[in-house]
């Protein structure tokens, strides 16, 4: 009974952590299965995000501008990423596996600035008792408007609406069109290069996002915070497609997907975790989650759908 208990108090949290990673999840979305690039940049821009907002927190920024520049760096560091991957003809997993690797040695300092007694600095806590934060999984159970929940579901339903307005414009439909077909883009007089830099732009600014959101909401923002971020970003879409591909059709809906596909693997993280896991085998748990999703669509077309006979012509 006390472990059903302890459950039940954990879901809000679990929820609260499902619709910031949401956010990333709908990051990723943009770069896999719209723009078709793997990009690995998100492990490391989700950590400048919260490093830059818990920064500017701990300066006495509004909170809302601390996010606002959480969002502008993560957009610095898909930009950096689209470069190498489009000017200097670097694939785009390593572009990527670059950025990442700089935005290391980046975050460290950032999260320095202003310690006189130090040139780097793996944490940066923040606290919602001595500054101003946005959210806090402190009140994530309190049924008040400071449940960071209530803001959660706005600022994500303000995200996919802001995306479905984007992708119907001309810069949105070249983006899409240059995942779909790059020479195809091209032929119709698409600078695909420019619509990759723009979609890599858009992807981690959204992963800055929720990198600034989680450090207001855990109060801290670390060096190691978006480690794994690709893993889990994929698990969310993996799972959302599989689960409601056939329902969700409209291209909001299914970037609603990757919200819901994020708060089912935290749902589930949270009760794997309540019945006995190891805290350490999270990654094999997340891997194993992963490859399940991801094989379940060849699965089902391979042994679930009956093969289609092709009728012989008609004799005259």
Same mark, same amino acid.
């Given at each position: 009974?006390?472990?059903?208990?302890?459950?039940?108090?954990?879901?809000?949290?679990?929820?609260?952590?499902?619709?910031?990673?949401?956010?990333?999840?709908?990051?990723?979305?943009?770069?896999?299965?719209?723009?078709?690039?793997?990009?690995?940049?998100?492990?490391?821009?989700?950590?400048?995000?919260?490093?830059?907002?818990?920064?500017?927190?701990?300066?006495?920024?509004?909170?809302?501008?601390? %996010? /606002?520049?959480? !969002?502008?760096?993560?957009? &610095?560091?898909? @930009? $950096?990423? +689209?470069? =190498?991957?489009?000017?200097? #003809?670097?694939?785009?997993?390593?572009?990527?596996?670059?950025?990442?690797?700089?935005?290391?040695?980046?975050?460290?300092?950032?999260?320095?600035?202003?310690?006189?007694?130090?040139?780097?600095?793996?944490?940066?806590?923040?606290?919602?008792?001595?500054?101003?934060?946005?959210?806090?999984?402190?009140?994530?159970?309190?049924?008040?408007?400071?449940?960071?929940?209530?803001?959660?579901?706005?600022?994500?339903?303000?995200?996919?609406?802001?995306?479905?307005?984007?992708?119907?414009?001309?810069?949105?439909?070249?983006?899409?069109?240059?995942?779909?077909?790059?020479?195809?883009?091209?032929?119709?007089?698409?600078?695909?290069?420019?619509?990759? %830099? /723009?979609?890599? !732009?858009?992807?981690?600014? &959204?992963?800055? @996002? $929720?990198? +600034?959101? =989680?450090?207001?909401?855990? #109060?801290?923002?670390?060096?190691?915070?978006?480690?794994?971020?690709?893993?889990?970003?994929?698990?969310?879409?993996?799972?959302?497609?599989?689960?409601?591909?056939?329902?969700?059709?409209?291209?909001?809906?299914?970037?609603?997907?990757?919200?819901?596909?994020?708060?089912?693997?935290?749902?589930?993280?949270?009760?794997?975790?309540?019945?006995?896991?190891?805290?350490?085998?999270?990654?094999?748990?997340?891997?194993?989650?992963?490859?399940?999703?991801?094989?379940?669509?060849?699965?089902?077309?391979?042994?679930?759908?009956?093969?289609?006979?092709?009728?012989?012509?008609?004799?005259?």
């Amino acid at each position: 009974m006390n472990v059903l208990v302890s459950l039940f108090n954990s879901l809000p949290g679990a929820a609260g952590q499902g619709l910031i990673w949401g956010i990333m999840a709908i990051g990723v979305y943009i770069t896999y299965k719209i723009l078709d690039v793997a990009d690995l940049t998100v492990d490391g821009s989700l950590a400048t995000g919260g490093a830059v907002a818990a920064l500017c927190v701990s300066m006495g920024w509004n909170p809302w501008l601390a %996010v /606002l520049a959480a !969002v502008l760096a993560g957009m &610095l560091a898909g @930009l $950096a990423t +689209g470069v =190498l991957h489009t000017a200097c #003809g670097i694939p785009a997993i390593l572009a990527g596996i670059l950025t990442q690797l700089a935005l290391y040695s980046i975050n460290l300092r950032i999260m320095a600035i202003g310690d006189e007694n130090a040139t780097t600095k793996a944490t940066l806590a923040v606290s919602v008792d001595k500054n101003d934060l946005l959210l806090s999984s402190r009140y994530v159970r309190e049924p008040a408007l400071n449940n960071p929940l209530l803001l959660l579901v706005l600022l994500t339903a303000a995200v996919i609406a802001l995306l479905y307005w984007f992708f119907g414009t001309e810069q949105g439909s070249a983006l899409r069109a240059t995942g779909a077909n790059q020479s195809m883009a091209r032929a119709q007089g698409i600078n695909t290069n420019t619509a990759k %830099v /723009l979609g890599l !732009v858009v992807s981690n600014g &959204l992963v800055a @996002l $929720a990198g +600034g959101l =989680l450090a207001q909401y855990q #109060g801290s923002a670390t060096i190691d915070m978006g480690r794994g971020a690709i893993v889990i970003g994929l698990a969310a879409v993996i799972i959302g497609e599989v689960l409601l591909d056939k329902v969700f059709r409209n291209f909001a809906l299914k970037l609603l997907s990757a919200v819901i596909g994020a708060i089912i693997y935290y749902v589930v993280i949270t009760v794997v975790l309540r019945l006995g896991l190891e805290s350490t085998d999270l990654k094999l748990l997340t891997a194993l989650v992963v490859a399940v999703f991801l094989a379940v669509p060849y699965w089902k077309g391979r042994y679930f759908t009956k093969p289609v006979r092709k009728e012989g012509a008609p004799h005259a």
